[in-house]
């Protein structure tokens, strides 16, 4: 899959896209390298996605670490949806029996393994954005938080197609299964969302702060060098280890 | 106690007016109510006194359709013949709350729209639990013997009332009453989990009463409950089930208390018993299937043996009828 995010030379794209990309980034495309993709998905190659500045965070997530609490996704939708977002959860907990609780959570908690959180990757290249026809999907240039502006998306579903990363599986909370993009449509509200970081949010990423085993490693009673959700820099070395 | 505004309406739209002041909250018997508000639990500036309001306590027969008044006490339901004969899980159920004394107060409604008993949220000193508008779960991580086995996200409060295990057996329907006027809610959505919001375990909205609770007579039905103490304690597994059809099973309804955070219906349970009959062998597996997909913590699996075993025990005495 990440061959995806190498731009290739040699390619180039349609002048009319790049004339629209330029206007939906704005300086950044300007000031970035443009890259171009066509033919790289394997369908109708209108997209060029532009070298954006990386996301400074997104929420890496520990399987090993997870007891399948759900906070995670309960705070997530209570949170958007506080401030007039989807509520939606934009992090999901698909049930993964394959996955093993750490030594010392499986100790005591011997009935709550086999979750797998995921989210949006925050793509060093966000192939999501540039075919959106709003300029919905964007990417902020202060922190490079990949997020889509609500208000304007038009459910059109464009992102969700260009989204490389599959989200399919069961959902740990209904047992049901999910079979999107880590762009994931919400058909209440007829708007796709994904993870935005909490932009906006004092305190970063509800679920980074809340979930209990981070709670808990961070009080030092459980011994881990790094949290089940953890923020760090979208580096293309980091994208290609995320879940 | 911290003060508060005391008020006494006579009707039922007088009480739904009061109750949409921020902070209001509805009383009936005051048993659950009262020991909130000692502890400071959740803001409370205005008690909307229901027991003002006539004509809320009856017990009938409305052709065929058993009719109870949100403001019947439990004794009261306990000790109906009507209840016994036609609806016997809930009488069971009622009869088995807590202690004489709370069930001469304790109202209907009141043990349908009770808060949970965990003994975290029940700790005035926890204030960042999630029933308490907090951001944190002690119980995940934490002592998890009275908690949810099922369902659990964020919080994993279980519902404590026994009635409420028995009328979702039964099907029932709930009357409810708001500014817009009145509607009926099914008792299969009537309660909500913390995944669609952990701060309200009913659908019921600030300023909405049950006004009634609708039950269709007929089909037997038992509730048994096991708790540590034989009376003035709450579930830690109830079971209510409720079979329709006389040799071949119909409709199977089996609800499970206390072990998650609404009634928890055993629906593969269920739809494995249609069309058998309740012979020794069917019971094991059907008993056996209540407790699929269960996900203790840290100290409630043993909720699943008892699951498994109420379950058994509840279809061995409908075997019986
Ligand atoms: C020691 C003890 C043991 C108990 N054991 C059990 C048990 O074994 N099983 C069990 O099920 N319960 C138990 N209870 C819980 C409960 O208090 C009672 O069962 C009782 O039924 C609650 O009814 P109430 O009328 O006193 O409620 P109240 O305390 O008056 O009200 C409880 C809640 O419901 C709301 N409310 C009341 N009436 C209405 C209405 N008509 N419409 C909407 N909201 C309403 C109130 O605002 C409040 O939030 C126990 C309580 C105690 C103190
Ligand atoms: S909050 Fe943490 S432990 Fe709970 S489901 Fe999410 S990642 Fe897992
Ligand atoms: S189970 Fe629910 S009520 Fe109990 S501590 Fe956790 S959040 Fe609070």
């Known amino acids: 899959m990440s061959d995806r995010d190498i731009p290739r030379s040699g390619e180039t794209a349609p ?11 704005g300086g950044l495309a300007a000031a970035g390298v443009v890259a171009a993709t066509v033919g790289t998905f394997g369908r109708a190659a209108t997209a060029v996605a532009a070298r954006q500045p990386l996301s400074d965070k997104v929420v890496v997530t520990d399987p090993t670490l997870c007891v399948g609490c759900l906070a995670c996704e309960v705070n997530c939708s209570t949170w958007h949806a506080s401030v007039g977002r989807s509520g939606v959860p934009r992090i999901r907990i698909l049930a993964t029996p394959e996955v093993k609780l750490q030594t010392q959570l499986a100790s005591y908690l011997p009935g709550r393994t086999g979750f797998s959180p995921s989210t949006c990757r925050q793509c060093p ?7 959106c026809p709003t300029d919905a999907l964007r990417v902020d240039p202060a922190t490079g938080d990949r997020y889509i502006s609500e208000t304007e998306c038009i459910d059109c579903g464009k992102c969700e197609v260009d989204c490389p990363v599959e989200w399919k599986g069961t959902l740990a909370r209904t047992s049901l299964p999910i079979d999107s993009k880590r762009v994931i449509r919400d058909a209440t509200n007829n708007v796709y969302v994904k993870c935005d970081l909490c932009i906006g949010r004092q305190g970063g990423p509800i679920c980074v702060e809340r979930c209990p085993v981070n709670v808990a490693i961070r009080a030092g009673y459980v011994k881990s060098d790094h949290l089940a959700l953890d923020l760090r820099p979208s580096t293309q070395e980091q994208w290609e280890k995320l879940v | ?47 909307v006194d229901l027991k003002g309001i006539q004509g809320l306590d009856h017990i009938k027969d409305d052709s065929g359709t058993l009719a109870i008044g949100a403001l019947a006490r439990l004794n009261d339901i306990a000790a109906s013949s009507l209840v016994a004969g036609k609806a016997p899980a809930l009488a069971q159920a009622a009869s088995l709350v807590a202690s004489p004394q709370i069930r001469n107060m304790g109202t209907l409604g009141g043990n349908l729209a009770q808060k949970v008993r965990c003994w975290y949220f029940r ?7 999630y029933k308490r508008n907090g951001s944190y ?62 701060l309200r375990e009913t659908v019921l909205a600030p300023d909405e009463i049950i006004t009634e609770v609708r039950v269709l007579l007929g089909a037997p039905s038992v509730f048994l409950k096991a708790a540590p103490r034989r009376s003035i304690d709450f579930a830690r597994t109830s079971v209510g089930a409720q079979v329709i059809g006389t040799n071949v099973i119909q ?9 998650a955070p609404t009634p928890h219906r055993a629906t593969k349970a269920e739809a ?9 062998d069917v019971i094991a597996q059907a008993a056996e299937l209540a407790a699929d997909g269960a996900k203790p913590l840290a100290s409630n699996a043993y909720k699943i043996p008892l699951i498994k075993g109420l379950v058994r025990q509840a279809l061995t005495a409908l075997s019986a009828r």
């Not at chain 2, 006579?10 to 509805?26: D, F, G, I, K, P």
């Not at chain 2, 409709?251 to 072990?259: E, K, N, Q, S, W």
């Open chain 1, 125 to 131: 290249t966000p192939w999501c954005a540039p075919n």
């Open chain 2, 251 to 259: 409709t199977a309804r089996i609800a499970l208390g206390a072990v």
């Open chain 2, 123 to 129: 700790d005035a000193d926890r204030t960042d639990c």
């Open chain 2, 137 to 198: 779960c002690y119980a995940v991580l934490g002592a998890s013997d009275l908690h949810a086995v099922f369902d659990g996200a964020a919080c994993f409060a279980v519902h404590p009332s026994d009635t409420a295990t028995a009328l979702s057996a039964l099907d029932a329907t709930v009357v409810v009453a708001g500014p817009k006027g009145q509607r009926t809610v099914p008792i299969a959505s009537f309660f909500v989990g913390p995944d669609t919001d952990y």
């Open chain 2, 272 to 280: 494995f018993l249609e069309g058998k009959s309740l012979a020794p």
């Open chain 2, 1 to 47: 106690m911290k003060g508060f505004e005391y008020t006494r309406p006579t009707s039922v739209q007088e009480a739904v007016q009061l109750l949409s002041a921020q902070n209001a909250r509805a009383l009936g018997g005051g048993t659950d109510l009262l020991g909130i508000m000692k502890d400071a639990l959740l803001p409370t500036d205005r008690v």
């Open chain 1, 15 to 25: 002048e009319e896209a790049l004339s629209r990309r330029r206007l939906v980034f």
